[in-house]
Each structure stands twice: as structure tokens, then as C-alpha cells.
Nanobody, 114 residues
Framework: QVQVVESGGGLVQPGGSLRLSCAAS????????MGWYRQAPGKQREMVAT???????NHADSVKGRFTISRDNAKNTVYLQMNSLKPEDTAVYYC????????WGQGTQVTVSS
């Protein structure tokens, strides 16, 4: 059974940092394109960052220079380092693994508020 599980969310003040983790079981992530997506209340889900199996990355303009996606294939885990967080980053963050098919995690809440 495949599971993709996000962790690391929480409440943080504006300007703070969080690191999200996405761990998988039942699949080996090294062939998968991995992505972080987020959905704020009342808004559509949007892409935050993606990373290919060879390590090529793409970040949404809204997070460039603040967020960094990375992967550790040995640990079967993908990360999203989020710095200089803003209130508009508040959302549920989801991890997606895509290769021949795709798997989504359940999401982790990130709240940026003073």
C-alpha cells in the first residue's frame, strides 16, 4: 500500500521559517517527479515547487527566493524549506508524487500569523 505523508506544518510568525517533509512508503521516490502544492481557504490548489528525478527544480514566482524544494532519495523523502514566511503563505500544503501514476498526501496546515 502506497502512502505519502507530509509533516512539519504549524503556526509561525511572519518572517519565520518552517521545513516541510514528505515521506513515502510502498514506492521508491527516485523515479518520481515530486511536487509541493498548497490550497488556501476559498482558493484553488496551486503549485508551489517541483523537483524532477534528476534534481531539476521549479518554484512558483510567489515563493522564489524564499522557498526551496529538495529531495533525499536515500531517505525516500522530499523537503520544502520555507523562509521569510508571509501571511499569504497560509494554506494546507500537499505533496504529490508523479511517475506512471500519481499519489497525493493528506496535507499539512501552515499558518503564518502574529
Amino acid at each position: 500500500q502506497v502512502q505519502v505523508v507530509e509533516s512539519g506544518g504549524g503556526l509561525v510568525q511572519p518572517g519565520g521559517s518552517l521545513r516541510l517533509s514528505c515521506a513515502a512508503s510502498g514506492i521508491s521516490l527516485n523515479r518520481y517527479i515530486m511536487g509541493w502544492y498548497r490550497q488556501a481557504p476559498g482558493k484553488q490548489r496551486e503549485m508551489v515547487a517541483t523537483i524532477t528525478s534528476s534534481g531539476g527544480t521549479n518554484h512558483a514566482d510567489s515563493v522564489k527566493g524564499r522557498f526551496t524544494i529538495s529531495r533525499d532519495n536515500a531517505k525516500n523523502t522530499v523537503y520544502l524549506q520555507m523562509n521569510s514566511l508571509k501571511p499569504e503563505d497560509t494554506a494546507v500544503y500537499y505533496c504529490k508524487a508523479r511517475w506512471l501514476t500519481e499519489f497525493w498526501g493528506q496535507g499539512t496546515q501552515v499558518t503564518v500569523s502574529s
